[in-house]
């Protein structure tokens, strides 16, 4: 018994003993911070009281506390200069949110955001307010004085300038510029502008009146103008990074904007009429644009981004000038839509697969089936006044027929594609239309026919996926350098897997696809698509892979190579570096479940801050791949910086040139005043208040 005793002893005593070598084995607490790595490359620094700083390598004595570290980093000239190098996506989530705290703290004194010379996620060094000197003539003319670096005699300034209240007027102009439309027409519109600016001046007679009003609005339009200028300017001249210019065609306008620091701003609107040409001529718009590049080269504009219909890039490419320095791409978003109107148009098919009826037959029935499933979705919507007996008469209608004359919008056909995975299910899709009897009946019989359900498999299959990549070109966040080459072959993957699409459906979309890829070839997209550790270069074929590996290793070589003495040397170096990341990448991407490749997958983490923090291995790679991922792949869409809005009075009554620049830039800088849409009856009480009297109109 006590032998029993004394072994049942032992074993609880030997659990006891596991079972706390295991609790003391187990960590303990929250994860560690992730954020240390901005400050130093040893293991744990939590745990410790001090550590030299990656950056500037001083010994920082922080015990133990981020907030200590921190304080240490905003302070750290040479990391100031690491994050003034990077767009605000690419910065640190603790440092965007340290400027955010920063911002508002001084947001409650100072709630215009506009006349400080700073921007959103500005680095503190940029905040300083910089003196440039502007015209109110052009907004090209403005000299861009550059910010000159911080050194350790000239601290770096982290407080806010006072800001200027917003005139009255001017927001009035604003108002009426940029939500005119809303709830007021063209009559109300000057009549306001008109009483506004003449205010209780007594005159012998209304034109004497009106002329005065008329001059006021103009004065008024160029202190705006001349506001927001200087503002723009101000932001121009905080920049020490290359800019992108951006080129827009329609019609006979072209549009320059240009994108600095990852935002776009509007610069200027050309008429190809002032050159006396009436249509698009590529000559004419190479000169013009070495016009603007010598105007912004404070900016240092080395890329361009060509927002052009694709017929006219050859020309443009043909005519441009060799010792213009200035890279310029096709805009992927063009390109795509492009390819969408092609299709719509008809004009991929060859001559003998034309039809009696004039095109391709099964490219006619998509476009019909398209037209009856917009028509079809708009019954699940609550129709307004004009569209609703329109609905009534095609529900009561003999037959859903189609004609060949209707139109549809890109947009909707798009949305259309998107959305009509509903009509596979007749059964919930007439619930939902709750219509009666005769028309449930009607669209029974048309959703479970064979050749509508044939030719809605057909729609899918061509403008599912070309929907799915022209959401991923217009995001509003701009879509990864790396992203471009893959969409466009995935889109031609889609379409040669498709069940649905014939075998000349299926050869006939791939060589569109193949034209127009051809025209985003750029080198800059397969360098982005081969450094990408997701990719590393998946979607190349062998010969392309070893063009773009020799390119990559080239264009490395030309800028670090000081001599031919070192080019052996360097290019020894510079292909380990290379065999190194690759060896990096595939072990990354074999570890598809893990935290860090989710991560890169998803866009959580941008390449630009995987070369940031892992490229360090790699310092020559690292150096191109960050200027490389800090180009933009594309813009979104350029309608603000194209459309002119607002009363046509005040069009017509002003400079236009300063209405363009004041309407596309207001909202740029972000001024709050203009964000939220007023009704004419505030509008007229705001106005009578500043006045004086009673607004009769």
């Not at 005519?319 to 791409?329: D, G, I, T, V």
């Given at each position: ?10 074993d ?5 003993m ?22 130093t ?9 001090s ?13 133990k ?70 015209t ?108 992108t ?8 306008d ?17 008429t ?6 009436t ?39 043909e ?11 096709v ?12 299709l719509l148009?008809?004009?991929?098919v ?18 019909d089936v ?29 037959t ?6 209707r ?22 899709f ?55 080459y ?9 379409f040669?897997e ?26 800059i ?27 990559l290793l ?24 290379y ?17 860090a ?18 490229g ?81 109109l």
């Open positions: 018994m006590e032998t029993m005793m004394a072994t049942t002893s032992m609880a005593s030997d659990a006891n596991e079972m706390t070598r295991d609790l003391s084995s187990k960590k303990r607490g929250r994860k560690p911070a992730k954020f240390w790595v901005s400050l490359t040893l293991d744990e620094p939590y745990k410790l009281r550590a030299p700083c990656r950056h500037c390598h001083q010994t920082v004595n922080y015990h506390k981020w907030e200590q570290a921190k304080s240490h980093l905003m302070k750290c000239e040479p990391f100031l200069a690491v994050m003034q190098s990077l767009v605000a996506s690419e910065r640190p989530e603790w440092f965007l949110l340290e400027l955010d705290k920063r911002r508002r703290s001084t947001a409650r004194m100072f709630p215009l955001d506009l006349f400080d010379g700073t921007r959103s996620n500005a680095v503190p060094g940029e905040i300083e307010r910089t003196k440039t000197t502007t109110a003539r052009s907004p090209l003319q403005a000299p861009i004085k550059p910010r000159e670096p911080a050194t350790s005699q000239t601290p770096v300034k982290t407080s806010v300038p006072k800001r200027e209240k917003l005139p009255w007027e001017e927001l009035l102009v604003l108002e009426q510029l940029l939500h005119h439309g809303a709830h007021q027409d063209d009559e109300f519109s000057s009549s306001l502008l008109l009483y506004a600016m003449a205010g209780r001046h007594v005159s012998s007679s209304p034109s004497e009146h009106q002329a005065l009003a008329q001059r006021r609005l103009r004065e008024t339009v160029d202190r705006l103008f001349d506001r927001i200028h200087d503002g723009v300017s101000r932001r121009w001249a905080l920049t020490n990074r290359p800019s210019l951006v080129v827009a065609h329609t019609g006979n072209v549009v320059y904007s240009i994108i600095v620091e990852d935002q776009m701003y509007f610069v200027e609107r050309v190809s009429e002032s050159a006396g040409d249509s698009f001529s590529a000559s004419w718009l190479v000169t013009d644009l070495e016009r603007v590049q010598h105007q912004l080269q404070a900016l240092c504009p080395m890329d361009c981004i060509l927002d052009i219909p694709l017929e006219y890039v050859q020309d443009f490419q005519a441009a000038n060799p010792e213009l320095k200035l890279h310029a791409r805009s992927p978003r063009r390109a795509l839509i492009d390819v969408i109107v092609r148009r008809h004009d991929m060859k001559e003998e697969d034309e039809t009696q009826n004039g095109r391709d037959a099964w490219l006619v029935k998509v476009m398209a037209l009856q499933c917009y028509d079809l979705l708009e019954l699940v919507r609550p129709p307004d006044d004009t569209s609703s007996d329109r609905f009534e008469r095609l529900l009561t209608s003999s859903f027929q189609v004609t060949p004359t139109y549809i919008s890109l947009k909707a056909l798009l949305h259309t594609a998107q959305s009509c995975a509903v009509l596979l299910d007749p059964a919930s007439i619930a939902s239309v709750d219509r009666g009897s005769f028309a449930g009946e009607r669209l029974r019989e048309l959703l479970v026919s064979e050749s509508f359900v044939t030719r809605l498999g057909v729609f899918r299959a061509v403008f599912k996926p070309l929907a799915s990549a022209f959401d991923r070109l217009t995001t509003p966040a701009h879509v990864s350098t790396s992203d471009i893959p969409t466009f072959q995935s889109l031609r993957l889609s040669s498709s069940g649905a699409l014939s075998s000349s459906a299926k050869a006939a979309l791939g060589q569109l696809v193949t034209q127009y890829e051809a025209t985003l070839s750029d080198q997209y397969k360098l982005a698509h081969l450094l990408d550790p997701v990719y590393q270069g998946e979607f190349l074929s062998v010969s392309e892979k070893m063009e773009a590996e020799q390119a080239q264009r490395i070589l030309e800028e670090t190579a000081a001599s031919e003495e070192l080019l052996d040397a360097e290019k020894e170096a510079l292909y380990f570096e065999t190194g990341f690759q060896v990096a990448a595939a072990q990354l991407r074999s570890e598809s479940d893990g935290f490749y989710r991560m890169l997958q998803e866009r959580k983490k941008t390449i630009a801050e995987y070369w940031l923090t892992d360090r291995k790699w310092p020559q790679l690292q150096r191109f791949a960050l200027q490389l991922y800090q180009i933009p792949a594309d813009v979104g869409s350029t309608h603000l910086m194209q459309g002119r809005r607002g009363s046509r009075w005040l069009w017509s009554i002003c400079d236009q040139k300063k209405l363009d620049f004041i309407e596309a830039n207001a909202t740029v800088l972000g001024i709050k005043e203009i964000t939220q849409r007023q009704t004419p009856d505030t509008l007229v009480a705001e106005v009578d208040q500043h006045v004086g009297e009673t607004v009769i």
